[in-house]
Protein backbone atom coordinates (compact mmCIF):
# COMPACT_ATOMS: atom_id res chain seq x y z
CA UNK A 1 0.00 0.00 0.00
CA UNK A 2 1.53 3.17 -1.03
CA UNK A 3 1.75 6.10 1.77
CA UNK A 4 0.57 8.82 -0.68
CA UNK A 5 -3.21 7.56 -0.96
CA UNK A 6 -5.73 8.75 1.32
CA UNK A 7 -8.08 6.73 3.02
CA UNK A 8 -10.73 8.64 1.27
CA UNK A 9 -9.33 7.93 -1.76
CA UNK A 10 -8.87 4.06 -1.50
CA UNK A 11 -12.27 4.30 -0.44
CA UNK A 12 -13.55 5.76 -3.99
CA UNK A 13 -11.23 3.37 -5.50
CA UNK A 14 -12.81 0.35 -3.85
CA UNK A 15 -16.24 2.05 -4.73
CA UNK A 16 -15.20 2.37 -8.14
CA UNK A 17 -13.53 -1.52 -8.52
CA UNK A 18 -16.98 -3.01 -6.60
CA UNK A 19 -19.10 -1.33 -9.30
CA UNK A 20 -20.64 0.67 -6.68
CA UNK A 21 -20.50 4.33 -8.40
CA UNK A 22 -19.91 4.14 -12.07
CA UNK A 23 -17.42 6.47 -13.43
CA UNK A 24 -20.22 8.75 -15.39
CA UNK A 25 -21.91 9.67 -12.03
CA UNK A 26 -18.82 10.61 -10.31
CA UNK A 27 -17.97 12.88 -13.26
CA UNK A 28 -21.80 14.71 -13.19
CA UNK A 29 -21.62 15.57 -9.52
CA UNK A 30 -18.98 17.91 -10.30
CA UNK A 31 -21.48 19.61 -12.92
CA UNK A 32 -24.43 21.56 -11.65
CA UNK A 33 -26.64 21.62 -14.85
CA UNK A 34 -28.76 24.84 -15.57
CA UNK A 35 -31.52 24.28 -18.49
CA UNK A 36 -32.22 27.85 -19.69
CA UNK A 37 -35.61 28.03 -21.61
CA UNK A 38 -36.13 31.32 -23.73
CA UNK A 39 -38.04 32.35 -26.75
CA UNK A 40 -34.23 32.89 -28.77
CA UNK A 41 -35.96 32.80 -31.96
CA UNK A 42 -39.40 34.32 -32.90
CA UNK A 43 -41.21 37.73 -32.12
CA UNK A 44 -39.97 37.45 -28.77
CA UNK A 45 -36.56 36.50 -29.52
CA UNK A 46 -35.17 40.20 -28.16
CA UNK A 47 -36.24 39.45 -24.83
CA UNK A 48 -34.72 36.38 -24.97
CA UNK A 49 -31.19 38.20 -25.80
CA UNK A 50 -31.77 40.42 -23.01
CA UNK A 51 -32.06 37.60 -20.32
CA UNK A 52 -29.60 35.36 -22.04
CA UNK A 53 -26.91 38.62 -21.74
CA UNK A 54 -28.03 39.13 -18.10
CA UNK A 55 -27.48 35.46 -17.23
CA UNK A 56 -24.28 35.59 -18.79
CA UNK A 57 -22.88 38.58 -17.81
CA UNK A 58 -23.37 37.10 -14.08
CA UNK A 59 -21.21 34.19 -14.93
CA UNK A 60 -18.66 36.27 -17.13
CA UNK A 61 -18.46 38.47 -13.65
CA UNK A 62 -18.51 35.68 -10.97
CA UNK A 63 -16.45 32.89 -13.13
CA UNK A 64 -18.63 29.20 -14.49
CA UNK A 65 -17.39 27.48 -10.81
CA UNK A 66 -19.83 27.85 -7.59
CA UNK A 67 -18.78 25.54 -4.35
CA UNK A 68 -15.91 23.92 -6.24
CA UNK A 69 -18.75 22.92 -9.03
CA UNK A 70 -18.63 23.55 -12.39
CA UNK A 71 -21.70 25.49 -14.08
CA UNK A 72 -22.79 24.28 -16.84
CA UNK A 73 -25.86 26.53 -19.16
CA UNK A 74 -27.72 24.47 -21.26
CA UNK A 75 -29.70 26.89 -23.76
CA UNK A 76 -33.39 25.91 -25.31
CA UNK A 77 -35.44 28.10 -27.62
CA UNK A 78 -39.23 27.83 -26.59
CA UNK A 79 -39.55 29.88 -30.38
CA UNK A 80 -42.64 32.26 -28.50
CA UNK A 81 -45.56 31.61 -26.49
CA UNK A 82 -45.40 27.83 -27.27
CA UNK A 83 -46.56 25.67 -24.28
CA UNK A 84 -46.15 22.54 -26.08
CA UNK A 85 -42.71 23.22 -26.91
CA UNK A 86 -41.62 24.58 -23.69
CA UNK A 87 -42.73 21.16 -22.02
CA UNK A 88 -41.18 18.67 -24.31
CA UNK A 89 -38.19 20.82 -23.71
CA UNK A 90 -38.20 21.02 -20.54
CA UNK A 91 -39.01 17.05 -20.11
CA UNK A 92 -35.74 16.13 -21.94
CA UNK A 93 -33.60 18.51 -20.01
CA UNK A 94 -34.81 16.99 -17.11
CA UNK A 95 -34.89 12.98 -17.88
CA UNK A 96 -32.12 13.48 -20.85
CA UNK A 97 -29.92 15.98 -19.31
CA UNK A 98 -30.35 15.77 -16.05
CA UNK A 99 -30.07 19.40 -15.20
CA UNK A 100 -30.40 20.54 -11.26
CA UNK A 101 -32.30 23.96 -12.48
CA UNK A 102 -34.52 24.97 -14.90
CA UNK A 103 -34.77 29.23 -15.63
CA UNK A 104 -35.39 31.70 -18.18
CA UNK A 105 -39.24 31.73 -19.01
CA UNK A 106 -39.98 35.04 -20.72
CA UNK A 107 -43.85 34.36 -21.54
CA UNK A 108 -46.23 32.70 -18.67
CA UNK A 109 -47.61 29.74 -21.00
CA UNK A 110 -44.60 28.20 -21.01
CA UNK A 111 -43.72 28.54 -17.31
CA UNK A 112 -47.00 27.53 -16.64
CA UNK A 113 -46.31 24.00 -19.22
CA UNK A 114 -43.27 23.49 -16.69
CA UNK A 115 -44.63 23.89 -13.52
CA UNK A 116 -45.94 20.15 -13.30
CA UNK A 117 -42.48 18.69 -14.41
CA UNK A 118 -40.55 21.31 -11.84
CA UNK A 119 -42.78 19.51 -8.94
CA UNK A 120 -42.87 15.64 -10.54
CA UNK A 121 -39.08 15.96 -11.04
CA UNK A 122 -38.53 17.84 -7.91
CA UNK A 123 -36.27 20.98 -10.38
CA UNK A 124 -35.87 24.15 -8.57
CA UNK A 125 -37.08 26.34 -11.53
CA UNK A 126 -36.24 29.75 -11.14
CA UNK A 127 -38.68 32.78 -13.03
CA UNK A 128 -36.75 35.46 -14.70
CA UNK A 129 -39.20 37.23 -16.51
CA UNK A 130 -42.88 35.26 -16.43
CA UNK A 131 -44.91 37.38 -14.51
CA UNK A 132 -49.08 36.36 -13.88
CA UNK A 133 -49.33 36.37 -9.82
CA UNK A 134 -50.49 32.24 -10.14
CA UNK A 135 -47.30 30.55 -11.44
CA UNK A 136 -45.56 30.48 -8.18
CA UNK A 137 -49.02 28.64 -6.84
CA UNK A 138 -48.55 25.92 -9.41
CA UNK A 139 -45.33 24.55 -7.97
CA UNK A 140 -43.51 24.70 -4.73
CA UNK A 141 -40.67 24.21 -6.61
CA UNK A 142 -40.81 27.52 -8.90
CA UNK A 143 -39.51 30.83 -7.09
CA UNK A 144 -39.52 34.49 -8.97
CA UNK A 145 -36.69 36.82 -9.50
CA UNK A 146 -38.88 39.03 -11.63
CA UNK A 147 -41.83 40.75 -10.67
CA UNK A 148 -45.69 40.22 -11.11
CA UNK A 149 -48.03 42.80 -12.81
CA UNK A 150 -50.20 43.21 -9.51
CA UNK A 151 -47.00 44.26 -7.67
CA UNK A 152 -46.32 46.75 -10.10
CA UNK A 153 -49.95 47.31 -11.11
CA UNK A 154 -51.93 48.52 -7.97
CA UNK A 155 -49.32 51.00 -6.79
CA UNK A 156 -49.35 52.92 -10.80
CA UNK A 157 -53.62 52.41 -10.18
CA UNK A 158 -53.42 54.07 -6.58
CA UNK A 159 -50.60 56.97 -7.96
CA UNK A 160 -53.27 57.48 -10.94
CA UNK A 161 -56.06 58.14 -8.17
CA UNK A 162 -54.48 60.64 -5.93
CA UNK A 163 -53.14 62.42 -8.78
CA UNK A 164 -56.70 63.86 -10.16
CA UNK A 165 -57.03 60.74 -13.01
CA UNK A 166 -60.78 59.98 -12.42
CA UNK A 167 -61.30 57.98 -14.96
CA UNK A 168 -59.50 55.32 -17.04
CA UNK A 169 -59.99 52.92 -20.17
CA UNK A 170 -58.07 49.94 -20.18
CA UNK A 171 -55.93 47.74 -22.78
CA UNK A 172 -54.32 44.84 -22.02
CA UNK A 173 -53.00 41.57 -23.67
CA UNK A 174 -55.56 39.07 -23.04
CA UNK A 175 -53.33 36.07 -21.55
CA UNK A 176 -52.42 36.15 -17.81
CA UNK A 177 -50.28 38.97 -17.17
CA UNK A 178 -52.83 41.14 -18.54
CA UNK A 179 -55.71 39.76 -17.05
CA UNK A 180 -53.68 40.21 -13.81
CA UNK A 181 -52.79 43.79 -14.72
CA UNK A 182 -56.54 44.54 -15.74
CA UNK A 183 -57.49 42.99 -12.62
CA UNK A 184 -55.49 44.76 -10.52
CA UNK A 185 -55.63 48.18 -11.67
CA UNK A 186 -59.58 47.90 -11.84
CA UNK A 187 -59.71 46.83 -7.91
CA UNK A 188 -56.88 49.28 -6.90
CA UNK A 189 -58.09 52.37 -8.65
CA UNK A 190 -61.98 51.51 -8.09
CA UNK A 191 -61.31 51.26 -4.41
CA UNK A 192 -59.42 54.69 -4.90
CA UNK A 193 -62.83 56.33 -6.05
CA UNK A 194 -61.68 56.16 -10.20
CA UNK A 195 -64.16 54.92 -12.93
CA UNK A 196 -63.10 52.76 -15.48
CA UNK A 197 -65.27 53.68 -18.69
CA UNK A 198 -64.13 50.60 -21.30
CA UNK A 199 -61.56 48.11 -21.43
CA UNK A 200 -60.70 45.97 -24.15
CA UNK A 201 -58.25 43.05 -24.39
CA UNK A 202 -56.27 42.13 -27.21
CA UNK A 203 -54.63 39.37 -28.74
CA UNK A 204 -51.25 37.82 -27.59
CA UNK A 205 -50.54 36.95 -31.43
CA UNK A 206 -49.85 38.88 -34.00
CA UNK A 207 -52.14 41.92 -32.68
CA UNK A 208 -53.12 45.10 -34.99
CA UNK A 209 -53.65 48.11 -32.83
CA UNK A 210 -55.50 50.15 -34.98
CA UNK A 211 -59.19 49.14 -34.57
CA UNK A 212 -58.79 49.01 -30.27
CA UNK A 213 -56.58 52.56 -30.91
CA UNK A 214 -59.60 53.99 -32.43
CA UNK A 215 -62.07 52.80 -29.50
CA UNK A 216 -59.87 55.39 -27.23
CA UNK A 217 -60.48 57.77 -29.90
CA UNK A 218 -64.28 57.06 -29.74
CA UNK A 219 -64.40 56.88 -26.30
CA UNK A 220 -62.50 59.97 -25.41
CA UNK A 221 -61.34 59.08 -21.84
CA UNK A 222 -58.66 61.14 -19.55
CA UNK A 223 -56.48 57.89 -19.44
CA UNK A 224 -55.66 54.70 -20.63
CA UNK A 225 -53.70 51.83 -18.58
CA UNK A 226 -51.63 49.78 -20.79
CA UNK A 227 -50.28 46.50 -20.67
CA UNK A 228 -49.15 44.61 -23.59
CA UNK A 229 -45.59 42.28 -23.16
CA UNK A 230 -42.24 43.64 -23.89
CA UNK A 231 -40.83 42.91 -27.29
CA UNK A 232 -42.25 44.30 -30.70
CA UNK A 233 -45.72 44.95 -29.07
CA UNK A 234 -44.59 47.95 -27.00
CA UNK A 235 -43.39 50.24 -29.98
CA UNK A 236 -45.91 49.29 -32.64
CA UNK A 237 -48.32 50.04 -30.23
CA UNK A 238 -46.86 53.34 -29.22
CA UNK A 239 -46.93 54.00 -32.88
CA UNK A 240 -50.45 53.71 -33.47
CA UNK A 241 -51.46 55.74 -30.84
CA UNK A 242 -49.23 58.73 -32.51
CA UNK A 243 -50.48 57.95 -35.81
CA UNK A 244 -54.19 58.49 -34.58
CA UNK A 245 -52.71 62.02 -33.10
CA UNK A 246 -53.53 60.40 -29.12
CA UNK A 247 -50.30 61.10 -27.93
CA UNK A 248 -50.52 65.00 -28.19
CA UNK A 249 -54.20 65.01 -27.50
CA UNK A 250 -54.27 65.42 -23.77
CA UNK A 251 -54.89 62.30 -22.86
CA UNK A 252 -53.05 61.39 -20.04
CA UNK A 253 -51.33 57.49 -20.70
CA UNK A 254 -50.32 54.60 -17.68
CA UNK A 255 -48.73 51.55 -18.29
CA UNK A 256 -46.87 49.73 -17.04
CA UNK A 257 -42.47 49.39 -17.66
CA UNK A 258 -43.18 46.54 -20.09
CA UNK A 259 -44.79 49.54 -22.11
CA UNK A 260 -41.87 51.80 -21.88
CA UNK A 261 -38.69 49.03 -21.99
CA UNK A 262 -35.64 50.25 -21.54
CA UNK A 263 -34.54 48.49 -24.88
CA UNK A 264 -36.82 49.96 -27.23
CA UNK A 265 -37.44 53.34 -25.45
CA UNK A 266 -35.25 54.71 -27.88
CA UNK A 267 -36.67 53.71 -30.92
CA UNK A 268 -40.25 54.25 -30.13
CA UNK A 269 -39.04 58.09 -29.43
CA UNK A 270 -41.24 60.94 -28.98
CA UNK A 271 -44.08 59.64 -28.92
CA UNK A 272 -43.41 57.60 -25.39
CA UNK A 273 -42.78 61.39 -23.95
CA UNK A 274 -44.89 61.92 -21.01
CA UNK A 275 -45.96 58.11 -20.03
CA UNK A 276 -46.61 57.49 -16.41
CA UNK A 277 -45.67 53.71 -15.45
CA UNK A 278 -44.54 51.54 -12.79
CA UNK A 279 -42.30 49.21 -12.61
CA UNK A 280 -39.07 47.49 -10.82
CA UNK A 281 -36.32 48.03 -13.60
CA UNK A 282 -35.23 51.42 -14.61
CA UNK A 283 -32.06 51.55 -16.38
CA UNK A 284 -31.35 54.67 -15.00
CA UNK A 285 -31.85 53.90 -11.63
CA UNK A 286 -29.65 55.97 -9.63
CA UNK A 287 -27.44 53.94 -7.74
CA UNK A 288 -23.68 52.91 -7.84
CA UNK A 289 -24.53 48.72 -8.17
CA UNK A 290 -26.60 49.87 -11.51
CA UNK A 291 -24.29 52.42 -12.61
CA UNK A 292 -21.50 49.16 -12.16
CA UNK A 293 -24.54 46.79 -14.07
CA UNK A 294 -25.17 49.45 -16.97
CA UNK A 295 -21.25 49.78 -17.59
CA UNK A 296 -20.38 46.10 -17.43
CA UNK A 297 -23.99 45.30 -19.52
CA UNK A 298 -22.07 48.19 -22.12
CA UNK A 299 -18.75 46.63 -21.90
CA UNK A 300 -20.01 42.96 -22.84
CA UNK A 301 -22.77 43.76 -24.80
CA UNK A 302 -21.70 47.33 -27.12
CA UNK A 303 -23.02 50.48 -26.72
CA UNK A 304 -26.37 50.19 -28.71
CA UNK A 305 -28.41 48.06 -26.22
CA UNK A 306 -29.47 49.17 -23.15
CA UNK A 307 -30.13 46.58 -20.46
CA UNK A 308 -33.62 46.53 -19.70
CA UNK A 309 -36.06 44.90 -16.34
CA UNK A 310 -35.28 41.54 -18.84
CA UNK A 311 -31.85 41.19 -18.13
CA UNK A 312 -31.87 42.33 -14.51
CA UNK A 313 -34.44 39.16 -14.37
CA UNK A 314 -31.62 37.00 -15.69
CA UNK A 315 -28.86 38.71 -13.98
CA UNK A 316 -30.79 38.28 -10.16
CA UNK A 317 -32.00 34.92 -11.17
CA UNK A 318 -27.81 33.53 -11.91
CA UNK A 319 -26.99 35.27 -8.29
CA UNK A 320 -29.95 33.60 -6.53
CA UNK A 321 -28.92 30.29 -8.13
CA UNK A 322 -25.17 30.76 -7.16
CA UNK A 323 -26.33 31.92 -3.78
CA UNK A 324 -28.23 28.86 -3.16
CA UNK A 325 -24.81 26.76 -4.17
CA UNK A 326 -22.73 28.49 -2.47
CA UNK A 327 -24.46 28.16 0.80
CA UNK A 328 -25.01 24.66 0.50
CA UNK A 329 -21.48 23.76 -0.63
CA UNK A 330 -22.67 22.46 -4.03
CA UNK A 331 -24.81 20.01 -2.11
CA UNK A 332 -28.12 20.69 -4.53
CA UNK A 333 -30.50 18.69 -2.94
CA UNK A 334 -33.67 19.75 -4.10
CA UNK A 335 -35.62 21.28 -1.26
CA UNK A 336 -32.65 22.38 0.32
CA UNK A 337 -32.18 24.70 -2.38
CA UNK A 338 -36.00 25.73 -2.28
CA UNK A 339 -35.36 26.45 1.26
CA UNK A 340 -32.64 28.51 0.59
CA UNK A 341 -34.36 30.62 -1.96
CA UNK A 342 -37.01 31.48 0.78
CA UNK A 343 -35.73 34.85 2.67
CA UNK A 344 -32.94 35.08 0.59
CA UNK A 345 -32.06 38.70 0.03
CA UNK A 346 -29.11 40.81 -1.22
CA UNK A 347 -29.11 44.09 -3.75
CA UNK A 348 -29.75 43.91 -7.18
CA UNK A 349 -29.34 47.15 -9.99
CA UNK A 350 -32.73 47.19 -9.36
CA UNK A 351 -32.56 48.03 -5.29
CA UNK A 352 -32.92 45.50 -3.07
CA UNK A 353 -34.46 42.40 -3.44
CA UNK A 354 -36.00 39.48 -1.28
CA UNK A 355 -38.06 36.11 -2.00
CA UNK A 356 -40.79 35.96 0.03
CA UNK A 357 -40.72 32.40 2.13
CA UNK A 358 -44.41 31.93 2.19
CA UNK A 359 -45.08 32.67 -1.93
CA UNK A 360 -41.51 32.12 -3.36
CA UNK A 361 -42.07 35.56 -5.15
CA UNK A 362 -40.25 38.59 -4.71
CA UNK A 363 -40.50 41.52 -2.38
CA UNK A 364 -39.22 45.04 -4.01
CA UNK A 365 -39.43 48.49 -4.22
CA UNK A 366 -42.34 49.53 -6.97
CA UNK A 367 -40.81 52.91 -8.92
CA UNK A 368 -43.03 55.70 -10.51
CA UNK A 369 -41.78 56.42 -13.65
CA UNK A 370 -41.93 59.07 -16.42
CA UNK A 371 -40.84 59.22 -19.73
CA UNK A 372 -38.18 62.19 -20.28
CA UNK A 373 -35.50 63.09 -22.54
CA UNK A 374 -32.24 63.46 -20.50
CA UNK A 375 -29.33 64.39 -22.35
CA UNK A 376 -30.82 63.73 -25.61
CA UNK A 377 -31.81 60.25 -24.34
CA UNK A 378 -35.42 59.01 -24.14
CA UNK A 379 -35.73 57.22 -20.32
CA UNK A 380 -37.38 56.19 -17.49
CA UNK A 381 -37.20 58.56 -14.93
CA UNK A 382 -37.85 57.35 -11.39
CA UNK A 383 -39.57 60.29 -9.63
CA UNK A 384 -41.10 58.31 -6.47
CA UNK A 385 -40.91 54.61 -5.19
CA UNK A 386 -43.31 52.38 -2.46
CA UNK A 387 -40.80 49.85 -1.00
CA UNK A 388 -40.83 46.05 0.61
CA UNK A 389 -44.08 45.38 -2.30
CA UNK A 390 -45.29 41.97 -2.20
CA UNK A 391 -47.46 40.42 -4.48
CA UNK A 392 -51.04 41.18 -4.15
CA UNK A 393 -52.17 38.68 -6.56
CA UNK A 394 -51.67 36.06 -3.50
CA UNK A 395 -54.22 35.55 -0.75
CA UNK A 396 -52.62 35.98 2.55
C1 LIG B 1 -45.42 37.12 -19.36
O1 LIG B 1 -45.81 36.42 -20.33
O2 LIG B 1 -45.57 36.75 -18.19
C2 LIG B 1 -44.84 38.45 -19.66
C3 LIG B 1 -44.17 38.67 -20.85
C4 LIG B 1 -43.62 39.93 -21.12
C5 LIG B 1 -43.74 40.94 -20.18
C6 LIG B 1 -44.40 40.71 -18.97
C7 LIG B 1 -44.95 39.47 -18.71
O3 LIG B 1 -43.25 42.17 -20.44
Known amino acids: MSKGCSAAGL ?4 ALVLGLVAPGAARAEETIKIGLLLPFSGPFAETARQIDNGVKLYVKQHGDTVAGKKIEILDRDTTGPAPDVAKRLAQELVTRDKVNFLAGFVLTPNALAVADIATEAKVPTVLMNAATSI ?7 IV ?7 QVTVPLAQWAAKNGIKQVYLMTSDYGPGHDAA ?7 TAA ?10 PLKSPDFAAYVQKVS ?4 QAVFLFVPSGQQPTALMKTFAEQGLTRSGLKILATGDVTDDDVLETMGDPALGIITTHHYSYAHDSQLNKAYVKAYA ?3 GPDIRPNFMSVGGYDGMAAIYKAIAELKGNVDPDKVMAAFKGMRFESPRGPIEIDPATRDIVQTVYVRRVEKVDGKVVNVEFDKIPDVKDPGKPR
Open 11 to 14: AALA
Open 135 to 141: ITVKSPY
Open 144 to 150: RLSFTLP
Open 183 to 189: AAFEKAF
Open 193 to 202: GGQIVGKVEM
Open 218 to 221: DVKP
Open 299 to 301: QAY
